[in-house]
C-alpha cells in the first residue's frame, strides 16, 4: 500500500502570501530585563497585527501538507506508469485528502486574519497574510457588506493590500489584482498610504 508520509519532494509549495516579515533578530546578552524587538520588527507588527504566530503556524502546515500531496501525485503517476493500479489509486486517493487539509489550515489561517478585525464596523479591510485567492474574496464580501449600509457619515472604505515592497521580487501580488477589481466594478476609488492601500466611494445599493 502506498505512503507519501516518508517521502519528500523538491517541488515548490504554492506562494505564500506577502506577510513581510522580518527575520528574527540576533541574539543578544543576557540582560536583567528583555531588550525591544528590533526597529524592522517592530515595523512589520505594526503593519501586520492580524498575522498572529497561530496564523504562520496553519500556513505552514498547508504548506507542510501540500509537500505531500505533491509527493503522493508524483509515486501515483509512476505507480500507474509500473501497471501497479491499485497502488496508483491508493496514493491518488491519500493526495486528494492531503489536499484536503491543506484547504482546511489555509481556511483556518484565512478565518483568523479575518475575524480579528472589525471590517464590518470600521469600513476598513487589511489583506496582509492573505494568500491572492482569499484576498479577493474578502474584498469582494466587504465591498457588499458595505453597498448595502445607509451610513450617512461614511462616503469610503479602505482596502488595505500593503505595496508589495516585501513580495518576492519586490513585485506585488495582491495590489493589482484588487485594483483590477475595482475597475471590474467600476468604482471610484484613489490609491493612498504609499499605495498600500485603496480608498473607496462606496455606491450603495438601492
Not at 502506498?2 to 506577510?19: M, V, W, Y
Not at 496553519?58 to 503517476?77: E, F, I, P
Not at 489584482?177 to 498610504?193: M, P
Request: include cysteine.
Amino acid at each position: 500500500m502506498g505512503n507519501c508520509f516518508g517521502k519528500s519532494s523538491a517541488a515548490s509549495p504554492p506562494r505564500a502570501p506577502a506577510t513581510n516579515s522580518a527575520p528574527p533578530a540576533k541574539k543578544q546578552r543576557t540582560a536583567t530585563t528583555s531588550a525591544p524587538p528590533a526597529k524592522k520588527q517592530r515595523r512589520t507588527e505594526q503593519q501586520q497585527p492580524f498575522v498572529t504566530d497561530q496564523v504562520q503556524t496553519l500556513r505552514t502546515q498547508g504548506t507542510n501538507y501540500h509537500l505531500k500531496a505533491v509527493a503522493c501525485a508524483k509515486q501515483s503517476q509512476d505507480a500507474w506508469k509500473n501497471g501497479d493500479k491499485a497502488k496508483a489509486h491508493t496514493l491518488s486517493e491519500e493526495k486528494k485528502a492531503l489536499q484536503q487539509k491543506r484547504n482546511d489550515a489555509n481556511r483556518q489561517a484565512a478565518n483568523r486574519i479575518l475575524d480579528a478585525q472589525t471590517w464590518q464596523s470600521s469600513g476598513e479591510i487589511d489583506l496582509h497574510g492573505l494568500y491572492l485567492d482569499e484576498a479577493l474574496d474578502a474584498t469582494r464580501r466587504f465591498l457588499t457588506h458595505w453597498s448595502k449600509k445607509s451610513k450617512p457619515n461614511r462616503d469610503t472604505v479602505l482596502v488595505i493590500t500593503g505595496a508589495g515592497n516585501h513580495s518576492e521580487n519586490k513585485m506585488a501580488v495582491i495590489r493589482p489584482k484588487v485594483e483590477e477589481l475595482l475597475q471590474k466594478e467600476r468604482l471610484d476609488y484613489e490609491s493612498v498610504h504609499g499605495n498600500g492601500a485603496f480608498r473607496v466611494t462606496l455606491q450603495p445599493s438601492q
